[in-house]
């Protein structure tokens, strides 16, 4: 182990008082969070070797990782690919970012399925289809048979025929003056668009069209 220096100096920060500056041989070392002075037990007068530092710099890493993960959970749930592409892209080591993922999941609070279901939801109150949604879920991460579960207990064909007729007759009276052949595409592609399938797409025009 090598030694780099005695301890000369540690102070709370003017604009953070949740940190600390250590100062080695009198010179500003670094900043870290106060949790890491009391977890190391550092005061004035205790010598670093490399070793100690390349602790206190992991732990301090996995403290700012934690806080920013929980930070991102703040706003909104996140799926498992999501909490760890947004870490890695704030520039935290992989290794770190496992270490803090495991936590979450023992705390419960990363779960793909509940972050699928409560994402269906969402869409669902916002109007989408199950293939806007499913598409969405994907690129979050979430696997094919987590998402055909949730959407199956969340989303059935009742409920997209009832979506999917609201939104066809809401928009039908901006094409009042198209003929009915005109009409439909229009409303087809609008509804595709939105993530509805075929079969669902077809009775609404069915219905809406009729009448």
Known sequence: MSYIGQITKIEAQKNNQGRCSIFLDGQ??????????????????????EDILEHILDQEDFIQAKKAAFNLLSYRQRSYKE???????KGFDEFIIE?????????DYIDDREFANAWIKD???RRYGPWVIKMQLKEKG???RIIEEELDREYNSDLQYKI???LAAKKVKRYRK????K???KLSKFLQRKGFSFDIINLVLKDLINN
Request: no cysteine.
């Open 83 to 89: 909490m760890k592409d947004r870490l890695a892209k």
């Open 142 to 144: 979430v696997k094919q």
């Open 164 to 166: 999917a007729q609201k």
């Open 28 to 49: 500003f070392l670094v900043g870290v969070d106060a949790e890491i002075v009391y977890k190391f037990n550092l005061e004035k007068g205790h010598k670093l070797t």
């Open 123 to 125: 869409r669902i109150t």
């Open 183 to 185: 009409k439909r595409g």
């Open 178 to 181: 198209l003929d009915d052949w």
């Open 99 to 107: 270490q803090v993922i495991r936590i979450l999941e023992r705390l």
